[in-house]
């Protein structure tokens, strides 16, 4: 096994955000920028994604500094980033948006490096499923991918996304959102439902409550990483497949063993995003501190304890 | 290590049920029922309650069919029992009380044999913490009380359950009450707030999404054993405390690592429960179809896959 390329695509965004914490202006953030955070503690991460030239410098040195391959990075003269201000509620698990300005996301596509092109793993951030199939489109040969959705594309967008999970290996979804797809208020059902659409395999993040990922009749349930001071949970979920894909990549294999595996280190790369507002709190984060929480992951996982 | 004596009180109900999957008229439910066929899966159990003269002959027999000393069961001529009417909504997460009537509950707590007054394990179901308290007064040496209890006695009758709680070495409940009782939508803060007030240990059930044991600062999650035809959720927490001490006393041992293997037993006897209304489902399992689940379960917390 040796390790696979990355690539992710998805939005760079500069968010304003007010939790009952704090609050955070003008930040960096965005669902690809946090997939590469999470990916680039574990593995060299490609990012593909378009900003405008009100992206500030720092920003893109934060990205470069997280050792994160930014030819991909497409900062178009003109144009204004995508901007997301939103407001958390008390319990950190209900969030409002306030304004939410596409900006660059409503012109055409990033292009993708050449250099891009033979990527073998693949992340589709959330996004309109009729541009991530036109991403899949322009990658040569690619051995996994794995795409992010959302209620929207869910509801308004039904025929572009069953074409796309018709083209994925896997996919990536809050329990909401599988509920919604399928249909059903049984998650392990909502599984089925998904995986039968194409799939082999679909992870749900259940927030506080975890994880779950389901391929064949196979499960595997993780458990959130205990955080008792949350401070931002924006970028949790996409900070967490960035955990995820970037374990796999850096594996270079994606049996169930290894997925479930995975999960752990997305687990625990979430656990510290949350810790601060922004990427502030996994910039620097290494593999001991990773690896730190991971051995008491799992020994809240019942290992040692239970048996 | 030798098997403790374990005693449960508790209610004795009728119930009428209605879920999307159908109903259920008139059938045996109950805290204290529903716990101790879950307990009696594992262990003999003596169960303290009251009902009146209209529990039907074959419901006494159902209880002991299952092995559960009835000694304590209070027929009382001339009051009808407890009965319960309840309609769960699409997703089985929400249910609505459509009748109450307390009958005998409302009448004097029932009397417990002398038999029973030296039992070592004893869980208290839910019930108002004064009565709770009294009960605790009854027994002569109780090596390993717990207790459940509502969002109703938090709300209304805080100061007796802080009484309670300085008395028991643990208590069980939902995460939302967790969240009311401690005022944080945090829940292992939650845990702690909850410990802080006089139990050693505390299981927080998620529903769907498991349960977690807290104790001093070690953490157990366990997830939820999948289950797709939910038929009628009624009993699962009860039946699923009543796996959770049944272990506890038949292995007569209370170490964190003997209730954390204990939270898998009530996770197995809670997802019998389910798939069925009142206790059909569970009434005639044995030990070799709950080690089987148990394997299973094991597997989805990762063991032998994870690691």
């Known amino acids: 096994m040796a390790v696979k390329s990355l690539v992710v695509t998805g939005s ?73 201000t939103g407001r958390y509620l008390d319990n950190m698990n209900v969030r409002e948006t306030l304004l939410l300005e596409l900006n ?88 089925k439902r998904i995986t039968d659409a194409g799939p082999s395999f679909v992870v749900i993040k259940k927030g506080e409550h975890g994880a779950i990922l389901v391929e064949d009749d196979k499960i595997v349930a993780v458990p959130s990483y205990p955080v008792e001071d949350v401070i931002d949970p924006t970028g949790a979920g996409d900070s967490f497949a960035g955990g995820f894909m970037g374990y796999l ?17 997305g687990t625990v790369i979430a656990s510290f995003v949350i810790e601060d507002f922004s990427v502030n709190a996994i910039k620097d984060v290494d593999v001991s501190r990773i690896e730190e929480r991971r051995e008491r992951l799992l020994k809240i996982m019942g290992f040692g304890i239970i048996e």
Chains 1, 2 share one sequence.
Not at 28 to 38: E, P, Q, R
Not at 152 to 173: F, T
């Open 12 to 84: 760079i965004g500069i968010d304003t955000v007010y939790t009952p914490q704090g609050s955070a202006e003008d930040v960096l953030g965005g669902s690809a920028v946090y997939f590469a955070f999470g990916a680039s503690r574990l593995t060299q991460v490609r990012l593909v994604g378009a900003a405008g030239d009100d992206l500030s410098e720092r920003y893109v040195r934060l990205l470069q500094d997280a050792g994160i391959d930014i030819e991909g990075l497409e900062i178009r003269q003109g144009s204004r980033t995508f901007r997301w």
């Open 104 to 191: 660059v996301l409503a012109e055409r596509p990033p292009s993708i490096p050449d250099s891009y092109r033979e990527s073998e793993y693949v992340f589709l951030a959330n996004n309109d499923p009729d541009v991530q199939l036109e991403f899949i489109g322009k990658l040569s040969s690619p051995e996994f991918i794995v795409a992010d959705t959302m209620d929207h594309w869910i509801r308004d967008k039904r025929e572009s996304l069953l074409k796309l999970l018709s083209r994925v290996d896997g996919i990536i979804l809050n329990d909401s959102e599988a509920k919604m797809f399928s249909g059903t208020g049984n998650l392990i059902k909502a599984a």
């Open 249 to 265: 990549a850096a594996r270079g294999s994606t049996t169930f063993e290894d997925k479930a595996i995975a999960l752990t280190y």
